[in-house]
């Protein structure tokens, strides 16, 4: 017999050796040994006035609980039919492993390097203040996702099947703990052997991953995509691609624009990283004060307030994480976040961002099209730069000074390994985004005691939250006038996550192969 439960264990209860057990037994009055009990989900209520743990579970009384083993079958694709992906992130990732199930081979074009070569890269950004335009925290193999914090909540949960995505990931490596945690997280130590499977089982497969190789063209005749320049030299004929670069692939936003073909302009958020010490999140959402138990992870939160007509909030929460320099070119200061699995560093940081509405909020920039967001995000990360000190060094403020409009004097420590700046960004940052978040920070000060405070630092610029432009596509996901063209992803606009974006790529994938 199966019986599905509801439990909540106390902190007490969650300690004691075989505790979920233990209170299942009692809950049904079972002997301790008579049942197996398979977790469903599993989440933490830190509010007030005591934490709970809440469990669902599956309970098989005199029956062995079943074994679901993942499995995806995967076709040898070497003499298929090619569908071209261009970009390796999730939304790449996930078109080619469909393309593998469904009997097609995907021809993988990536301009950055695969994960290990990436890391000397990475340490080049942060240690030597150079940032290769072509390998960095956004691009190269697994994309922006393979140096992020691997946080997979989504909210596009009618966009596709959220648990397929989770499921593929645990078959190519990532804990099955994934499955049950309401806020399932990976961690970035963990997200590179991930991305290193599936490139593995794609080309065990036959399918091709090329590295190295940027799309530095396209060739369309009479409305047709016929072929992809690589590499500004090698012409490759095609029949259908799905081009899935990322929000920071500007080079492919110039080049379509530059080519007349059909982009829109999407409103985005912009504003700044605040990091605070993890020990003051943690007595402020655990109640505590002093270390929070072992039992609990380091404590997150989300907060959201509007702010003259628009919103203000925290964005890619990072407990127990590290800020990083994400940007793509010299010349630019971009900040984002990520942590490791068990989150164990000693602070906590969060993108604070207001919403920029790109029909009514940047006027000036309306010469540039449909790339009038991209032109303001450039704007505001090259003052970055300028105000960071010309380095990877970021401009940076107490949080308290930000909103009292005060240069700080001195900067708390921070985890952001290039270092920091002491900058005005009171005055620096845009009306616009700069005196939303100073009342944003104050309200968020009212709903979390403790977080309005001289120990937090602010960080600039967080920019690329989200694309600021979109590729237009029909219902058949390809491009209204550029036939064989699948934009694909959160560079077109369709995804804003690992998750949504590994969706989006299955989607597309299935688009694609669709009459081919
Ligand atoms: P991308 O991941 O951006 O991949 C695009 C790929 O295309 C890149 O590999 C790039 O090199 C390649 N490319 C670009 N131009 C070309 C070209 N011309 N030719 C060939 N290849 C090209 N999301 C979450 O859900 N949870 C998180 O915790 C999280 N943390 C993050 C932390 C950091 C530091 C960063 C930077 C991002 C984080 N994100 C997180 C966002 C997430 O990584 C992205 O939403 C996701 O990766 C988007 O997937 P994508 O495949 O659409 O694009």
Redesign the pocket.
């Known amino acids: 017999m199966v019986r599905n439960v509801q439990l909540r264990l106390t902190l007490k209860e969650e300690a004691a050796l075989n505790g979920l057990q233990i209170r299942t037994a009692k809950y049904l009055g079972l002997e301790e040994n008579s049942f197996k009990i398979k977790v469903l989900r599993k989440s933490i209520d830190a509010r007030k006035p005591k934490i709970v743990f809440n469990y669902k579970l599956a309970v098989y009384i005199n029956e062995p609980a079943p074994n679901d083993t993942l499995h995806f079958e995967y076709k040898d694709v070497s003499k298929a039919k090619p569908i071209h992906i261009?970009?390796?992130?999730?939304?790449?990732m996930w078109a080619a492993l469909r393309c593998l199930e469904m009997g097609y081979k995907p021809i993988v074009?990536?301009?950055?390097s695969n994960v290990k070569a990436r890391r000397r890269d990475l340490k080049a950004i942060n240690q030597d203040h150079q940032v290769n335009p072509e390998s960095n925290?956004?691009?190269?193999?697994?994309?922006?996702?393979t140096?992020?914090?691997?946080?997979?909540y989504?909210r596009s949960l009618k966009r596709g099947d959220v648990r397929r995505i989770f499921e593929s990931l645990v078959f190519h490596g990532a804990t099955d703990q994934i499955l049950i945690d309401a806020h399932p997280h990976i961690g970035t130590n963990k997200l590179p052997k991930i991305v290193q499977n599936i490139r593995e089982v794609i080309q065990h497969h036959g399918g091709e991953i090329h590295f190295n190789?940027?799309?530095?063209d396209f060739v369309i005749k009479e409305n047709r995509l016929k072929a992809i320049v690589l590499n500004k030299t090698d012409e490759i004929a095609v029949e259908r691609v799905i081009l899935?670069?990322?929000?920071?692939?500007r080079?492919?936003f110039d080049l379509l624009h530059k080519k007349d073909i059909a982009l829109e302009a999407k409103s985005f958020a912009m504003g700044v990283r605040v990091e605070h010490p993890q020990h003051i999140i943690d007595n402020i959402q655990y109640h505590c004060s002093g270390d929070r138990s072992e039992l609990l992870p380091a404590a997150s939160y989300s907060l959201v307030e509007q702010v003259k007509d628009r919103g203000v909030y925290s964005f890619?929460m990072c407990p127990g994480g590290f800020i990083?320099p994400?940007a793509t070119s010299p010349g630019e200061v971009v900040v984002?976040?990520?942590s490791p699995s068990k989150r164990n560093n000693l602070f906590a940081n969060s993108g604070i961002v207001v919403e920029i509405n790109v029909d009514k909020d940047i006027p000036k920039y309306e010469k540039f099209g449909a790339l009038k967001g991209l032109e303001y995000q450039k704007n505001l990360e090259r003052l970055a730069f300028t105000s960071g000190g010309r380095t990877q060094t970021a401009p940076a403020q107490r949080l308290t000074d930000f909103v009292e409009g005060n240069l700080s004097a001195d900067l708390n420590p921070t985890s952001y390994q290039p270092g920091l700046n002491s900058a005005p960004l009171h005055s620096l940052l845009p009306k616009l985004i700069g005196s939303r978040l100073r009342q944003g920070f104050k309200a968020f000060g009212d709903k979390m005691h403790g977080y309005y405070t001289a120990e937090a630092n602010i960080v600039g610029v967080e920019s690329?939250t989200s694309s600021p432009v979109s590729i237009p596509r029909n219902e058949k996901l390809e491009h209204p006038v550029i036939k064989g063209l699948f934009p694909?992803?959160?560079?077109g606009g369709y995804?804003?996550?690992?998750?949504s974006?590994a969706m989006d790529?299955e989607r597309c994938a299935e688009a694609a192969m669709a009459g081919l």
């Open positions: 261009v970009g390796f992130g999730p939304a790449g074009l990536e301009r950055g925290y956004c691009f190269g193999e697994g994309g922006a996702g140096y992020s914090d691997g946080k997979l989504t190789t940027k799309v530095t899935a670069t990322g929000h920071s692939a080079d492919i890619c990083v994400a984002n976040g990520m690329r694909c992803g959160e560079g995804a804003g996550g690992i998750v974006a790529g």
